[in-house]
């Protein structure tokens, strides 16, 4: 019986070892979240953006949209009719000038609960690829507040939208965005592949950022090319997770026609470096 053990044992290493980015040796998990408690998110975790954030996307974004459910978070992006309670006739602000909410979903961030410093940032998840919609799997320097954005630094490991997914960077450099955009055409990836789920994964040191899919390089930062003459580098200190489910207007996407659209996302993981 002990030999059947230690072979099967054996077996469970070598085969985790040659799965992507698995390292005993290299990697810590120091946070976590498997969403296996059925309910709304843990509040020890996760914050909410609220209302009418950015990009002048059409959702308003609530708690209510976010549960977990069988082991997974769904957030959901839904038609929903109700009164703008920030509307404000006459109001040019895109945010206030709205008299009603068309639709709605979720933002979930760790912003003021957990940042994290260097490490391998991964998600598990089932993403709708089709044209309007927004998911995405994202970071932002934690001094946003002090230094707005794009200074704080952005750091896309999984966004999709227009038939594309896409692994981003963006950071300012002598008063311009700069972007490291790469972009992977739904068309060219396996029939069904929206319907599985597939992992995201950042690699991150003080020397470069890797962004992968499912294993295989998507986009690659050297660190050195974000640092500032004073020293300053947004990609050298703290940064928070975002979760969200977002709509596109751009490029006359038909966001209307395809609701709803879930985001699930198996687990959230944090490694830090073992040695």
Same mark, same amino acid.
């Given at each position: 019986?002990?030999?059947?053990?230690?072979?099967?044992?054996?077996?469970?290493?070598?085969? *985790?070892?040659?799965?992507?980015? +698995?390292?005993?040796?290299? @990697?810590?998990?120091?946070?976590?979240?498997?969403?296996?408690?059925?309910?709304?998110?843990?509040?020890?975790?996760?914050?909410?953006?609220?209302?009418?954030?950015? /990009?002048?996307?059409?959702?308003?974004?609530?708690?209510? #949209?976010? /549960?977990?459910?069988?082991?997974?978070?769904?957030?959901?992006?839904?038609?929903?009719?109700?009164? #703008?309670?920030?509307?404000?006739?006459?109001?040019? #602000? @895109?945010?206030?000038?709205?008299? +009603?909410?068309?639709?709605?979903?979720?933002?979930?961030?760790? !912003?003021?609960?957990?940042?994290?410093?260097?490490?391998?940032?991964?998600?598990?998840?089932?993403?709708?690829?089709?044209?309007? !919609? @927004?998911?995405?799997?994202?970071?932002?320097?934690?001094?946003?507040?002090?230094?707005?954005?794009?200074?704080?630094?952005?750091?896309?490991?999984?966004?999709?939208?227009? !038939?594309?997914?896409?692994? /981003?960077?963006?950071?300012?450099?002598?008063?311009?965005?700069?972007?490291?955009?790469?972009?992977?055409?739904?068309?060219?990836?396996?029939?069904?592949? !929206?319907?599985?789920?597939?992992?995201?994964?950042?690699?991150?040191?003080?020397?470069?950022?890797?962004?992968?899919?499912?294993?295989?390089?998507?986009?690659?930062?050297?660190?050195?090319?974000?640092?500032?003459?004073?020293?300053?580098?947004?990609?050298?200190?703290?940064?928070? *997770?975002?979760?969200?489910?977002?709509?596109?207007?751009?490029?006359?996407?038909?966001?209307?026609?395809?609701?709803?659209?879930?985001?699930?996302?198996?687990?959230?993981?944090?490694?830090?470096?073992? /040695?």
């Amino acid at each position: 019986m002990m030999k059947t053990i230690s072979t099967l044992g054996l077996i469970l290493t070598v085969l *985790l070892a040659a799965a992507p980015g +698995w390292s005993a040796e290299k @990697w810590k998990m120091v946070w976590h979240d498997e969403f296996d408690k059925n309910g709304p998110p843990d509040p020890a975790n996760w914050n909410y953006e609220q209302g009418f954030v950015r /990009n002048k996307e059409p959702q308003w974004y609530q708690p209510e #949209n976010a /549960n977990c459910t069988n082991g997974l978070l769904v957030i959901e992006a839904r038609p929903e009719h109700k009164p #703008n309670p920030l509307y404000v006739p006459g109001s040019r #602000n @895109w945010k206030t000038s709205r008299e +009603w909410i068309e639709c709605t979903s979720a933002s979930l961030t760790t !912003s003021a609960l957990h940042d994290f410093t260097y490490g391998k940032l991964e998600m598990r998840a089932r993403i709708d690829t089709r044209n309007g !919609s @927004w998911p995405a799997f994202w970071t932002l320097g934690s001094n946003i507040g002090d230094v707005g954005w794009p200074a704080c630094g952005e750091i896309d490991i999984m966004e999709a939208y227009t !038939s594309n997914v896409l692994a /981003n960077v963006d950071y300012k450099f002598h008063n311009d965005s700069v972007w490291s955009t790469v972009k992977k055409p739904t068309t060219t990836l396996p029939r069904n592949w !929206s319907k599985k789920f597939h992992t995201w994964t950042m690699e991150w040191d003080d020397k470069k950022i890797d962004l992968l899919l499912d294993g295989k390089l998507m986009n690659h930062l050297d660190l050195a090319s974000a640092d500032k003459a004073d020293g300053g580098n947004p990609f050298r200190g703290p940064l928070y *997770l975002i979760l969200n489910q977002a709509l596109r207007t751009q490029d006359g996407a038909p966001w209307q026609s395809i609701l709803p659209v879930r985001f699930e996302v198996d687990w959230v993981r944090v490694y830090q470096r073992a /040695n």
